[in-house]
């Protein structure tokens, strides 16, 4: 049995979701159905999700959400027409609750759930489905945090009740007191993996608008090679890196039960896509795949004999951690260690972080590098073949790009380093006709 994710291209009009419809119909066993919320249908189209947020954020400044709302609403009747459902689904009462819903909500969540809710209600009526509200069945501490085992209980409860297919909306659930959560950004792929782990599938099937896990960012290098079989951990390293076909955290509630992951392109279905497996796959690939992100900032910190002070990166550390703050890397010399960290952990707070830095640890210099990206060369081949670094940084030299950072985890999966900004997307290309051309 199968748990199918469709993304919001592939739920983006009522087109599309006739798409979904006759792919799940084409195999008895896809049983399970994720839906994201209405994505793009064109470039400069605005994604469900945003226009959400964005009518959370704007009613709090004052505009009256009847009008923020009116473009959504508008978008839904015209899928639910395409599809010939308006008469199952009531839209008028459905926003009037919406509306009362995120004028009550202090966070936005429950704004930012609703486009899943309703796509999965457009699908579930057309396909002739149970719909299932995620708020019964994936549950999040009060805090916010996702509660994973708890929701591995109650969802393989409630649907082991369940006879013929459902569908489920991704991206959010609720709290025992039932306040609406959501996951980052994304996180539709994370809900599909909680489910698939909960009725224990034998796949987890993730339908996107691409043939699969890409050697790179189809954005940044022109046509990039798929990836026909990747591991656990190299699409761990890889999704955390930047290759957001897939959410990162994803991967947690599938390892746990050993289900293979597919990622398969709506818009080409004959296509085999990616295959996600546990353990070690290819030896021989020197390179899997590249991913990255830009946005990181660096704050190098000296001190003469820095190497003999006991004590010093704990001292560090706890600036760090009485912030808030988590960082991405911490690479160090004899007298000199470099915090790498995301502008988004840092927000507004970069005063604080040096201020604090000065006084824990007294150093002699601090210097700030912002408008970093970081590259990540990602495979397990790497440990078996001497010289991949080198040709790494030849392959940058030769395009002019300074790397600014190296580091290279002991598993030799990967070989990360941070440039800048401005050199990102030709160092990624760099990269890619180096190995993988
Ligand atoms: P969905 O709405 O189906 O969840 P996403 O937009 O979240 O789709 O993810 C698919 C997109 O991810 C692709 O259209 C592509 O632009 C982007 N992407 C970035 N890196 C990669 C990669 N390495 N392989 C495939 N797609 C990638
Ligand atoms: N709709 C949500 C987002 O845009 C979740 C998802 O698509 O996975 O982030
Ligand atoms: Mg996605």
Request: with cysteine; hydrophobic share 40%.
């Amino acid at each position: 049995m199968k748990v199918c994710k469709f993304g919001g291209s592939s739920m983006a009009s009522g087109e599309t979701i006739k798409r979904v419809a006759s792919i799940i119909r084409a195999d008895a066993d896809r049983k399970y159905i994720v839906v994201s919320a209405p994505g793009k249908r064109f470039a400069k189209d605005i994604k469900i999700t945003d226009s959400l947020l964005n009518a959370y954020a704007e009613s709090r400044k004052g505009t009256p959400l009847k009008s923020l709302l009116a473009p959504i609403r508008e978008r839904f009747e015209g899928i639910a027409k395409d599809l010939g459902v308006e008469e199952k689904i009531n839209l008028s009462a459905i926003f009037t609750e919406i509306e009362q819903g995120i004028a009550a909500s202090p966070i936005p969540d429950f704004a930012a759930a609703q486009g899943e809710r309703l796509s999965a209600m457009m699908l579930a009526a057309y396909l002739g489905f149970a719909f299932v509200d995620a708020r019964e069945i994936v549950r999040f501490a009060d805090n916010g945090q996702f509660n994973a085992e708890y929701t591995n209980d109650i969802a393989r409860k409630y649907l082991s009740k369940k006879e013929g297919g459902v569908v489920i909306p991704g991206f959010y659930g609720s709290t025992s007191g039932g306040q609406i959560r959501t996951f980052s950004r994304g996180g539709s792929d994370v809900t599909g993996a909680i489910i698939a782990r909960a009725v224990k599938a034998d796949i987890y099937e993730n339908w996107t608008d691409v043939n699969g896990f890409l050697t790179a960012d189809p954005r940044i290098v022109e046509n990039p090679k798929p990836i026909p079989e990747l591991s656990y951990r190299e699409l761990r390293e890889l999704s955390y890196m930047g290759a957001n076909v897939l959410h990162p955290e994803s991967i947690f509630p599938v390892r746990k039960a050993n289900i293979p992951i597919n990622i398969k392109n709506t818009f080409e279905p004959e296509n085999p896509g990616t295959m996600i497996l546990p353990g070690v796959l290819h030896h021989d690939r020197l390179i899997t795949g590249i991913a990255g992100k830009k946005g990181f900032v660096s704050i190098l910190i000296e001190k003469s004999m820095m190497n003999n002070e006991i004590g010093f990166t704990r001292k560090l550390l706890s600036v760090l951690e009485n912030l808030n703050m988590s960082f991405e890397h911490l690479p160090s010399g004899i007298d000199t260690m470099t915090l790498i960290l995301a502008d988004t952990e840092i927000g507004g707070k970069m005063q604080e972080l040096v201020g604090g830095i000065r006084e824990a640890v007294s150093p002699d210099r601090v210097e700030i590098q912002s408008d970093l990206a970081l590259i990540a060369t990602v495979g397990h081949g790497m440990a078996y073949k001497p010289g991949t670094a080198s040709r790494l940084f030849t392959a940058l030299s030769r395009v002019g790009v300074n790397i600014k950072m190296i580091d290279q985890g002991s598993s030799e999966l990967n070989i990360i380093v941070a440039v800048s900004g401005e050199d990102y997307e030709k160092a990624i290309n760099a990269i890619y006709e180096e190995f993988i051309n």
